[in-house]
Nanobody, 121 residues
């Protein structure tokens, strides 16, 4: 499975971005999809995940109410709508695909290359 994340950029605090992740090479609907992020000097952390047909989502407390994960199984894509962005959201964001419902990075087998999100104060 190949994943390609896009949509990152530079935005002011309070602004918004929409990340997208296009996948190929597998049966997209059979994968749990997740978003993770990694800031400089920090470990990769969970942001959000969505189950096979979008019926269940889970978010990190730090983004709950501001970020929304969604998927389109017809287009093999997963998205992350990020609103009310804060400087502490600055990180490289990664999409990931796995077979288990988990928020730990080791539970995901396939990873995109990452897209940089920078939020200025």
């Amino acid at each position: 499975v190949q994943l390609q994340a896009s949509g990152g950029g530079l935005v002011q605090a309070g602004g918004f971005l929409r990340l997208s992740c296009a996948t190929s090479g597998g049966t997209f609907s059979s994968y749990i999809m997740g978003w993770f992020r990694q800031a400089p000097g920090k470990e990769r952390e969970f942001v959000a995940r969505i189950t096979w047909h979008g019926g269940n989502t889970n978010y990190a407390d730090s983004v709950k109410g501001r970020f929304t994960i969604s998927r389109d199984n017809a287009k093999n894509t997963v998205s992350l709508q990020m609103n009310s962005l804060k400087p502490e959201d600055t990180a490289v964001y990664y999409c990931a695909a796995g077979k288990t419902i988990t928020i730990t990075p080791t539970g995901y087998s396939y990873w995109g290359q990452g897209t940089q999100v920078t939020v200025s104060s």
